[in-house]
């Protein structure tokens, strides 16, 4: 698997997958009723895991799996984690490890150090500074990996802390953007996008518009589409005319799109998978012939 993560992204994307990401985060309370009713809570996630990768992976380029839902089960549940990125790995999956870590000196490196093993990007808090983010982009010059920072998140209250404004009237998630597009300066070819991407939810498409011009060099991860409300013609703003520069992910809308007495849930989930695809596919196409008529008007 050589290349760094913005090239392996783009040579799929070049075969003709769609720019998305599937989010695996298992809840218990969701599971099929059928998959392994005896077993232990983590045993079932891990079933369920490795029964949904096949059926999703030819549809996606990468999952984004959230630590935290294997983390609540202690070592054994971090164990699925390792497993779930292995098996994904080896289907030439990229892995987003999902762990919104941010910290600095010998504990940021001891984070990347593990998570960037395990996964080929991982979110990051940028609330400490470069000091936080530093440790993961040198382990990230060392594997090819990425990083995506927290800039705009998808969820209501997001606007507490994010849109709140500067003496100059910059908003806080704005100063974040440009200390992104800072950190990625000098990193990855000068053409193209870099290691240093971003978190900007699809729920809040105006300011998508507006990080994604502030950020010209970040891959963006795009949350927020689904059970969130947001639609994938609100994910546009964070494309190039290539297709390239975004990352949609979709979580619930895939592994829960089922009732959990539902006895078909694989072949559920492989058909919501390939329909997201399509979608995006088609969202893209859409978007394109949009451009190319104001080019001439």
């Not at 490890?97 to 080929?120: M, N, Q, S, W």
């Amino acid at each position: 698997m050589g290349g760094t993560f913005v090239s392996r992204l783009r040579s799929k994307l070049d075969r003709g997958m769609p720019p998305v990401c599937v989010g695996f985060d298992p809840r218990l309370d969701a599971l099929p009723d059928d998959l392994l009713p005896q077993g232990s809570p983590v045993e079932r996630i891990a079933t369920f895991c490795r029964e949904v990768l096949p059926a999703v992976a030819p549809h996606t380029p990468a999952i984004k799996p959230n630590v935290a839902f294997f983390e609540r089960y202690g070592s054994t549940g971090f164990a699925a984690y390792e497993d779930l990125c292995q098996r994904a790995r080896a289907l030439d999956l990229l892995v987003v490890g999902d762990v919104k870590r941010g910290d600095i000196g010998p504990t940021a490196v001891a984070y990347a150090d593990i998570h960037l093993d395990l996964a080929d990007a991982v979110t990051l808090h940028p609330f400490l500074g470069r000091d936080g983010v530093a440790p993961f982009l040198e382990r990230c010059q060392e594997t090819g990996g990425a990083v995506f920072v927290l800039v705009r998140t998808s969820n209501p209250s997001a606007v507490e802390l994010q849109a709140e404004r500067l003496a100059d009237g910059t908003e806080v998630s704005e100063l974040v953007a440009a200390r992104v597009h800072a950190w990625g300066e000098g990193l990855g070819p000068a053409d193209d996008y870099g290691p240093v991407g971003a978190v900007v939810g699809a729920t809040y498409p105006r300011q998508l518009a507006q990080l994604r011009r502030a950020m010209p060099r970040a891959l963006i991860l795009v949350p927020g589409v689904g059970a969130q409300g947001a639609t994938l013609p609100d994910t546009m703003a964070a494309f190039d005319h290539e297709g390239m520069g975004g990352l949609v992910n979709q979580s619930r809308g895939i592994l829960q799109c089922f009732a959990p007495t539902d006895r078909n849930w694989l072949a559920r989930i492989a058909a919501a998978a390939q329909a997201f695809a399509a979608d995006m596919t088609g969202a893209l196409h859409t978007a394109r012939e949009e451009r190319a008529r104001e080019g001439r008007a």
